[in-house]
């Protein structure tokens, strides 16, 4: 392939949407309240949205027969670049809340720097999703601070749920090989320039929301380079049924 | 009130309804008319709500990214008139905890159909297709009920239940024109499916209790038997076309009738899945119930925060 990073590139960005609304998706019909089943929904619709532009222009990279549901379905799990931190199960409400709200913050500072990128589809695509992103990331810092500054129970079920998702948060921020082949090219986002500001903005919302900002220093990656937790894999054989179980058809 | 002061109001009231006049919620009703429409609207709503499972099983193993957004979008507009749905039930002086506890205790109904299992992706098609088409047969006629918040509500899903029954048409008719893998699937969703549709549109008429009072209030304005003729007319062409089969097999077109004629219902499944012994009653229950109890935590919490954040408003304020 004549432009594999920029393939690669694309694929690290688009997985994170893949995987996380495939997570929402899960929630859809057992919600804590309809109104809330139709928000995680709704993410869940933007997300695969999302992922659908970024496989499309992939697949027109790649220039042969691959189609978008070839990239999204039909890879082995090593293949997959998503972080950690998104394919993390919906253990309970503040677990997909606290996964949701510390991506989103990310994803949201990621799409507006890819906006500036000189990858014309690339921009284009930031720029339609940043207004969605924007949206999420309202959402899960609302239930944050619901959940957080709520009832004695919510707190601690937040805070338990912030503790442990915490340690995928530090991956976000890593580069890969094609990752930095695509910021010298002027295409890609420099993550470590976003680290900064996330922690902060994390921290303050943490905070305003009664919780404590976990001190941990230890944090899990391996995400980028195709190095997931087992939980990626019972993901992937539900996302990949039918096309494993029906191979070269058409739906 | 004396009995003939509620005499002289019922009289004013039926008056009303036969002009086509919509009653609101302020407006004076009979009881009897707000326990009907109660009961109705909430198992209506209470039909969306649970109708999201069968299809949500389905979601995380959409077979392409496409039927994945669409089944999402599908599932999110249940959800919406799920909601729209109860509110306009609220309206009617009962609120929505009343209303889920009855779902959950199991005093109140909803529709039998989604007591049946999504096993293939075929079933996406075929719920679509047919469970959507025969709620739309059912629905259309309500969009000019008496009930001014009801016959909104209904304008607005009818809409998208047409959409729907389009939807689901499309992935069967790409199934019937695929490999005969596929098609086989379709018309095995189709023999699962085909005689619960039927059966959606309830009872035959001597067996209709509701019917003559509903008639009155155009809560109906078919009975169930013209209106499951009327699905029956409008599909089998539909089946026709894409090289599915009907499985009936007394199905015959009547020239007479200009109808299809139809082979027995088997009301005795009917009514064991509407008395809670269906394949899936428990479950569907279960995940109601489950969403609900795990729930609480989280609206509690809502509550609370809500309560704190006007509690420091208060305070800013003085
Ligand atoms: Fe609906
Ligand atoms: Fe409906
Ligand atoms: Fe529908």
Redesign the interface.
């Known amino acids: 392939m004549k432009n594999e990073n920029l393939y690669n590139y694309i694929l690290g960005i688009a997985d994170n949407s893949l995987i996380l609304g495939?997570r929402m998706?899960?929630l859809?019909?057992?919600?804590?309240?309809?109104?809330?089943?139709?928000a995680c929904?709704?993410i869940?619709?933007d997300l695969?949205?999302q992922?659908?532009s970024y496989?499309q222009y992939a697949a027109k990279i790649a220039g042969d027969k691959r189609t978008?549901?070839d990239i999204?379905?039909l890879r082995k799990e090593r293949e997959y670049k998503n972080v950690l931190l998104v394919e993390q199960p919906n253990t309970?409400?503040a677990y997909s809340i606290g996964r949701q709200f510390l991506f989103d913050v990310y994803h949201l500072a990621f799409l507006t720097e890819l906006q500036k990128s000189s990858d014309l589809t690339l921009s284009a695509i930031a720029n339609k999703c940043v207004k969605e992103v924007s949206y999420h990331e309202r959402f899960s810092s609302d239930w944050v601070?619901?959940?957080g500054?709520?009832?004695e129970?919510?707190n601690q079920?937040m805070q338990e749920a912030i503790n442990d998702l915490w340690t995928y948060t530090d991956e976000l921020f890593h580069q890969t090989p094609a990752d930095i082949a695509m910021v010298t090219e002027g295409v890609g986002v420099d993550v470590t320039k976003l680290k900064e500001k996330y922690y902060k903005q994390v921290s303050e919302l943490l905070q305003e929301a009664n919780l404590e900002v976990p001190e941990s220093k230890w944090f899990q990656k391996g995400g980028k380079e195709g190095i997931h937790t087992e939980h990626l894999g019972y993901?992937l054989s539900?996302?990949q049924?039918?096309?494993r179980t029906?191979p070269n058809?058409?739906? | 009130m004396s009995e003939e002061q509620i005499r002289s109001l019922e009289k004013q009231f039926d008056e009303r309804i036969a002009r086509d006049e919509k009653i609101e919620p302020k407006d004076w009703m009979p009881e009897k008319y707000r326990h009907t429409h109660i009961r109705q609207m909430s198992q209506h709503a209470h039909s969306e709500v649970v109708g999201m499972l069968p299809e949500g099983n389905w979601i995380t193993r959409a077979p392409s990214l496409r039927r994945k957004v669409a089944l999402l979008a599908k599932i999110q507009d249940e959800a919406g008139h799920g909601l729209y749905l109860y509110s306009a039930t609220e309206t009617l002086g009962v609120t929505r905890e009343e209303l889920y506890d009855q779902l959950h205790s199991g005093k109140a109904k909803y529709s039998s159909i989604f007591n049946y299992p999504t096993l293939t992706w075929a079933d996406m098609g075929a719920i679509g297709w047919l469970v959507d088409g025969a709620a739309i047969i059912n629905q259309v006629p309500l969009c000019n009920t008496s009930y001014g918040p009801y016959a909104r509500a209904m304008i607005r899903v009818c809409k998208e239940e047409s959409f729907h029954q389009r939807q689901g048409y499309e992935i069967m008719m790409k199934l019937a024109n695929g490999t005969p893998e596929q098609k086989d699937m379709a018309q095995d969703a189709l023999n699962r499916w085909w005689w619960p549709s039927l059966m959606m549109l309830g009872p035959t008429d001597d067996k209709s209790v509701h019917t003559e009072q509903s008639m009155k209030w155009k809560l109906k304005r078919k009975t169930n038997d013209e209106l499951r003729q009327q699905f029956i007319d409008q599909t089998v062409p539909q089946a026709d076309l894409i090289g599915l089969t009907i499985p009936d097999p007394d199905l015959k077109w009547n020239e007479e009738r200009q109808s299809y004629d139809f082979g027995a219902i088997n009301w005795d499944e009917f009514w064991q899945v509407v008395k809670g012994h269906g394949p899936c009653n428990k479950e569907r229950m279960k995940a109601r119930v489950n969403a609900w109890e795990e729930g609480e935590w989280v609206r509690d919490a809502a509550m609370a925060y809500a309560e704190k954040k006007q509690e420091r408003k208060q305070k800013q304020a003085v």
């Open positions: 495939q998706g899960e859809c019909g057992h919600g804590p309240s309809l109104e809330t089943d139709i929904t709704n869940s619709l695969f949205g992922v659908r496989f978008e549901d999204a379905m309970n409400f601070k619901r959940l500054d709520g009832t129970e919510s079920k993901l539900d996302l049924y039918m096309q029906y058809m058409e739906w």
